[in-house]
Structures are given as structure tokens and as C-alpha cells.
């Protein structure tokens, strides 16, 4: 889930109306579902969140939780969707272009060692072995990679393909939408 830039302002408008609607419903939340609330609503659009609490207030009559209101507004991502993102990728842009990747792919990626070399790794969906073992690896690293993010607050690198990375390492700015225009032919070099 990527970072959304809101104001403090904004966050405590969210943090009130959440509180508010909690005492509406007679409960009472802990320090401990403050800071969950507050870390969830710093990455979440606060006019989306509000959103949330408005639809489910209308629906439900018990206090949701982070994890419903991630799933309310579709953030939850599950290790199959993102092998398939994350797949999908491989075939759009190839090693050499830097692919379009939130922190939950990102670091994945880098536990299997970067991105050329998942490129390089990922076999054909038709081989009935390579691409299970594959998957399943993906998976595991998914788990550990959101382990790592979530919970140990490990703010994953960049995912670059070949032609950013040398750019990168030779102090060259980095080729402009590679990630969302994979046909595009690469800049000439200097």
C-alpha cells in the first residue's frame, strides 16, 4: 500500500470523526486500535476513509476494524494477486525497463534477488513444474517481504530494471515512464 500525503489537519479530522462514531456505537477503543487506526488512516485517502465510516455506519452496527476498512476500500492485497501483479509486470516491461511496483511487491522482488534476475527467473506459465516452484517461492517471499515492511518497518529499496539502474550507478538521471510505457524505445546514452 503506497503512502498517501494528507495533512495533520486532515488525519485529526479522521481521528475525531472516528472517534465520534466509536462513542455513537458505545464503544470505547484502546490505545493500542488508536495507533492501528492512525497508522491505517496516514496511508489511506482521509475523503475515502470518511467514506468508509459514512457507508458503514449505514450498514453495520459494530465498530469496524482496520482490516475492514482495508478491505472496504480494496487496499488488501492477497500474495495471489500480487504474484499476479508482480507476473504481469515481467511480461509488460522486461528486465531492462523499471517496472511499476508498491512496497508490497517491492520488496519480494528484492528478496529474490532484484528485478533482472525475478525476470530472469520466471518461467513460462505453461511449464506444469518451473512455474508452480516459482509461484510457491514468490508466496514465501511475499510473507517475509510483508513481515519486513508491516512489522519491522523496513522501508523497502527501488525495483529498477537494468538500463535505470546503470544510469543510476553511473550518476545519470533516471529514464522518465518507463514503467507505464514499455514499448517506448530507451533514451539514447550520453
Do not use: H
Amino acid at each position: 500500500m503506497s503512502v498517501v500525503k494528507n495533512s495533520p489537519e486532515q488525519i485529526k479530522q479522521a481521528m475525531v470523526a472516528l472517534a465520534d462514531f466509536a462513542g455513537a456505537r458505545r464503544y470505547e477503543l484502546t490505545e493500542l486500535e488508536m495507533k492501528m487506526w492512525l497508522a491505517f488512516v496516514e496511508r489511506v485517502e482521509v475523503a475515502s476513509f470518511m467514506r468508509f465510516l459514512s457507508v458503514w455506519g449505514m450498514r453495520e452496527k459494530f465498530m469496524p476494524t482496520p482490516s475492514d476498512a482495508a478491505k472496504a476500500l480494496g487496499i488488501i492485497v492477497t500474495p495471489e494477486q500480487a504474484f499476479e501483479t508482480a507476473y504481469r509486470q515481467v511480461k509488460a516491461v522486461g528486465p531492462y525497463n523499471t517496472p511499476q511496483l508498491d512496497a508490497a511487491l517491492t520488496q519480494p522482488v528484492i528478496l529474490m534477488g532484484g528485478w533482472a534476475r525475478f525476470c530472469e527467473d520466471a518461467p513460462d506459465q505453461s511449464s506444469e513444474f518451473a512455474f508452480p516452484q516459482f509461484r510457491k517461492r514468490f508466496l514465501e517471499m511475499y510473507g517475509q517481504a510483508q513481515a519486513q515492511v508491516e512489522v519491522q518497518g523496513i522501508t523497502p529499496q527501488k525495483v529498477l530494471g537494468l538500463e535505470d539502474a546503470s544510469r543510476e550507478r553511473r550518476g545519470l538521471p533516471l529514464l522518465e515512464n518507463t514503467t507505464t510505457s514499455p514499448e517506448r524505445l530507451p533514451a539514447p546514452r550520453p
